[in-house]
């Protein structure tokens, strides 16, 4: 009798266990968006809608990186962690992921941020109906969109938000190489996403008042369309140009041109070598 009950729960979990490599992964970058966002934003919502009294600027700057931190390692061993469709879409550029994953990287990444702002609304949705009078506003100092999404500040002009995301990523970029490169000082590893979430406090906190330094496509965009389609409005891409991606295109577009080509520069040669040696080494910026 035993036996052959042990017999029927190893089926089951043999029927239940994903077989698909890709179908893992996929999942492995949805839950990691998932985590990201309803943790991450979550810190946002808990130091708006207590407006202040349950936190504010240094926990929604500590908060955040450790969320990236944590989908890292909850994911890092299946997917790589990116959690990110630029990120995805830079391994794609260097050689390190086929292009026919990019497309199921990218809709799993998008899903799970949404999927992440929807969970989050549910957790908040009686502090948010409480919050302005049942109100769902975008600007003013009952606003609440900002919970989900990134946006600019009344002063930013065009191409200071532009310019503004350029030179958040270029830091990004330069500080992820250095950390990446094997001639460098180096980081253990297993402590890699400790850094990155060091490195997404230090730039939330020196270049984060602009424009909220997203510098990431789902964490972004996903987010933003759940609330235009939960009761904010499509006012929502109106109020806040998205600079994200485009600025994400030129550096990336820049650096591959140069490690393809030979820059002339050492350090840029090294890229190709040294950045993303394993999947789990891959880096993302959420915030």
């Keep these: 009798m035993q036996p052959e009950m042990e017999q029927k729960k190893k089926s089951l979990k043999q029927r ?4 698909n490599s890709l179908a893992k992964e996929m999942l492995s970058e949805f839950l990691g968006t998932f985590i990201m966002i309803v943790l991450g934003c979550g810190s946002v919502a808990q130091a708006v809608l207590s407006r202040g009294h349950f936190g504010g600027i240094l926990t929604i700057n500590i908060g955040f990186p450790m969320a990236v931190v944590m ?15 630029a990120v995805s879409f830079a391994l794609c550029l260097f050689g390190r992921m086929k ?14 941020a949404f999927a992440g702002a929807a969970t ?23 606003a609440t969109a900002q919970i989900f999404a990134t946006y600019p500040a009344p002063y930013l002009s065009l191409i200071n938000a532009f310019a503004d995301q350029v030179v958040a990523t270029m830091f990004l970029l330069i500080i992820v190489f250095a950390v990446f490169d094997s001639r460098n000082l180096g980081v253990p590893r297993g402590l890699q996403p400790i850094v990155i979430g ?15 330094c997203a510098m990431n ?42 490690t393809a080509r030979g820059s002339g520069y050492p350090y840029m040669d090294t890229l190709q070598l040294h950045f993303f040696p394993h999947p789990f080494f891959c880096c993302n910026m959420s915030i």
């Design 16 to 19: 239940l266990v994903l077989k």
């Design 71 to 85: 989908a890292i390692y909850a994911t890092g061993g299946v997917s790589g962690g990116h959690i990110n469709p």
């Design 99 to 112: 292009w026919s994953k990019l497309p199921f990287y990218m809709g799993a990444q998008f899903l799970g």
């Design 120 to 142: 989050l609304f549910g957790i908040y949705y009686d502090a948010l109906m409480s919050f302005a009078d049942g109100k769902l506003l975008i600007t003013g100092e009952n």
């Design 198 to 212: 060091l490195l997404i406090v230090v730039i939330a906190s020196s270049l984060g008042m602009n424009s909220g």
């Design 217 to 258: 496509p789902a964490r972004d965009l996903s987010p933003r369309l759940f609330t235009a389609l939960a009761g904010w409005g499509f006012e929502v891409f109106t109020q806040a140009p998205c600079f994200v991606l485009i600025s994400f295109m030129i550096l990336f577009f820049f650096f591959s041109h140069c």
